[in-house]
């Protein structure tokens, strides 16, 4: 099925460690987004890219890192996890890039992180 | 396949108007479904809703759940231009593991 796919669904980390969540798209889009959903909170946009081989900071991206690898896929890595990091994790894909509404974003099925 | 749907995926009306967006889901073992509503970067939350019948209400914005139906609406009465914003349906399940699906949103643009 076309999509974005996003591994693990779930983690579980202890303070200090690293991880990374990767997101594939195979619809040929040229933005790809990483967001966290945190209880009663909206989405907040963690790191973008506009198209392969560039990527911008979003609202929070501070702990975290991104590798836009090819067009596909756009990685997300946690150096060192700090509980303030439990969050759902969600990648998205679109065919232009749109940091305003996201009409018309395609969303991954997210990733559900726990650091303890 | 699990799918989320909204309808419509655009709306043009005028200030003082009463809009309802629709959101249909098929999620296997469902357990929530949210409403967003963004205009700039940032979705902002504005409902979660788990059970059947029981209307959230927030302001001028209410929301309700049908989970027979399998649908939810959002209503919006006496529309002001600021809710102009594209308004986000996801929706919870918990298959193999919990997992959202995201509606690709309608956009509501509302003219003075």
């Known amino acids: 099925n076309a999509g974005v796919t996003q591994t693990p669904k779930f983690q579980v980390l202890k303070t200090g460690q690293s991880m990374t969540l990767q997101c594939a798209q195979d619809?040929?889009?040229?933005?790809m987004y990483w967001y966290r959903q945190d209880p009663g909170m909206g989405l907040r946009l963690i790191y973008y890219s506009a198209s392969e081989g560039t990527t911008d900071k979003g609202e929070v991206p501070n702990g975290y890192n991104v590798s836009r690898l090819n067009k596909r896929e756009f990685s997300l890595r946690l150096e060192s996890a700090a509980p303030s990091q439990t969050s759902v994790y969600f990648c998205?894909?679109?065919?232009?890039?749109?940091?305003?509404?996201?009409?018309?974003?395609?969303f991954g099925s997210g990733t559900r992180l726990t650091v303890v | 396949e699990d799918k989320v749907v909204q309808s419509p995926l655009s709306l043009v009306v005028h200030e003082g108007d009463t809009v309802t967006l629709n959101c249909s889901y098929e999620?296997?073992?469902?357990?929530?479904l949210l409403w967003y509503k963004q205009e700039k970067k940032a979705p902002t939350f504005l409902f979660m809703l788990?059970?059947?019948?029981i209307e959230k209400k927030s302001g001028r914005l209410s929301s309700i759940l049908d989970k027979k139906e399998l649908f939810s609406i959002l209503n919006i009465t006496a529309t002001q231009t600021g809710d102009s914003a594209v308004y986000l349906c996801a929706v919870e399940g918990k298959n193999t593991g919990n997992q959202f699906y995201f509606g690709t949103g309608t956009s509501l643009t509302v003219i003075p």
């Open positions: 619809m040929n889009h040229n933005s």
């Open positions: 788990t059970s059947s019948g």
């Open positions: 998205a894909s679109s065919e232009a890039l749109v940091l305003g509404p996201i009409y018309g974003y395609t």
């Open positions: 999620v296997t073992n469902f357990r929530s």
